[in-house]
């Protein structure tokens, strides 16, 4: 984009609400085409311009190196730790240290509102964007929305209020769009913490997800699909559910998460400054990924509540991605009895850390890798980055 079409956009006019997006049925309801940032749609959308090793020059001055192992899997970074806070913030999904961080950057003024997003109050699971002002506004918006959530929609109110600087929390598909658009937001500074983000789905499918994995769908205010291999559900009352991953009904579930993320590549949020996840370290640890300077700096205001320690990676993901592949596609749901045993000898022998990770990305990327070459032969090319092409051909898939 060049600067003879700045501001341009403020002429644009923003979708209706229910109005077919221009990425069609693979649009992730970002945001940006809520906004006037839609007159960037085609360039900045994540779905129609996949442009990820681009935007990592422009914001980390330079790509991945596809030859360094873990940069090929976790992107751009200077720095990987697992960590946890002293004193977990309540509520939060993890120990809440992306809510600490971004109450850090209001308090010490470094940053004059977030952009994350809140619940409604009939719906603990339907997303509102916001852009945060006080600690208290950023403590409404803890915990997951495991919904797709138009985080970009308040961008324009961002531009109107005069805002300089900025922080914006978010996923890769929000992010990738935002570093398309960034100089368009007239900011002196942006920040960006992202989180990693897989299988997410629109507000029915979540409903139809709950509905055919959890006893009790109304009472789950929180849930994980965590490194032991089983999805724990916490509920009203503060009991946990857990359900094994093998004995998810995959054949109902199919159809369940958005085709967007059927299609995502972005697992790990290349183009954030800093990544809060948690699949790259042990259990009951989060995950941290220092991408640039900006990232460091941001953690850096929390380092003093928080416990770290180095990350570790065990096991052999391989086999078992491989053989994950014909059991996703042929909808393969094993007896509840057989999919716990299967939960514990893969819990005991299984891959951890930084393996772990690497086993998620892998399964994700070779389903997501034959749903693009199913349903949309004629983006596969352009649309799989590099370092994704180079992850899924260490497999055999099937139809080869
Ligand atoms: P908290 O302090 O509780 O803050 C959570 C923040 O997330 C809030 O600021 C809120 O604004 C933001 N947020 C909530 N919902 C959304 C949404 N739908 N879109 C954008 N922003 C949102 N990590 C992994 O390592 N592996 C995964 O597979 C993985 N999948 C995820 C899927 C989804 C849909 C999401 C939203 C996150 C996922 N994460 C994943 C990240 C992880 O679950 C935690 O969000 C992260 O570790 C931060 O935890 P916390 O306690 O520090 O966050
Ligand atoms: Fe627009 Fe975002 Fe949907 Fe792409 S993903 S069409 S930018 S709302």
């Known amino acids: 984009m060049t600067s003879v079409d700045f501001n341009k956009h403020k002429k644009a006019k923003a979708l209706k609400p229910n109005s077919r997006r221009p990425a069609k049925e693979l649009c992730s309801e970002c945001g940006l085409c809520d906004t006037y940032y839609i007159h960037y749609v085609k360039e ?20 991945r190196d596809l030859d360094n192992a873990n940069e090929l899997y976790f992107g751009v970074h200077q720095d990987m730790m697992a960590a946890r806070k002293q004193q977990p913030i309540e509520g939060a999904q993890w120990t809440g240290i992306v809510s600490s961080i971004a109450i850090e950057m209001l308090n010490r003024r470094l940053v004059e509102g977030v952009v994350c997003v809140q619940n409604t109050k ?24 495991p919904t797709l959530s138009p985080n970009l929609s308040v961008l324009e109110q961002v531009e109107q209020s005069g805002m300089k600087r900025l922080l914006v929390i978010g996923v890769g598909c929000q992010i990738q769009a935002l570093r398309a658009v960034e100089k368009q937001l ?16 629109t507000r029915a499918g979540l409903q139809k997800f709950l509905e055919t994995t959890s006893r009790s769908p109304d009472t789950v205010v929180h849930y994980e699909f ?28 199919k159809d369940v998460f958005a085709p967007s993320c059927m299609s995502c590549f972005d697992y790990v949020n290349s183009l954030a400054d800093l990544v809060v996840g948690y699949m790259g370290a042990p259990f009951g640890w989060q995950w941290i990924v220092v991408r640039n300077d900006t990232g460091k700096e941001m953690l ?18 391989k086999e078992a991605v491989q053989q994950s592949i014909p059991a996703y596609d042929k909808g393969v749901t094993l007896p509840m009895w057989a999919a716990k045993l299967m939960g514990v000898v893969i819990e005991r022998i299984g ?22 070459k199913r349903n949309h032969p004629e983006q596969l090319e352009e649309h799989v980055p590099e370092f994704a092409k180079r992850i899924v051909g260490q497999y055999r898939l099937p139809e080869e």
């Open 186 to 201: 007239g900011l002196e500074k942006l920040y960006v913490l992202g989180t990693p983000c897989v299988d997410n789905v």
């Open 44 to 63: 900045a959308c994540a779905f129609i311009n996949q442009q990820i090793g681009e935007l990592e020059e422009q914001t980390h001055r330079r790509s």
């Open 226 to 253: 965590m490194q032991d291999f089983r999805v724990h559900f916490k509920h009203e009352d503060g009991s946990t559910e857990t359900v094994p991953f093998f004995g998810l009904k995959t054949n109902q579930l």
């Open 351 to 372: 891959p951890k850390g930084l393996e772990y990770a690497r086993f998620s990305i892998d399964s994700h990327f070779t389903r997501n890798y034959l749903y693009v």
């Open 122 to 145: 009939e719906d603990r699971f339907q997303p509102m964007p916001v852009i945060a002002r006080t600690p208290e506004e950023i403590l409404a918006a803890r915990v997951n929305k």
């Open 300 to 317: 850096d205001l929390v380092q003093d509540q928080l416990d770290t320690q180095p990350v570790m990676s065990q096991g052999n993901r």
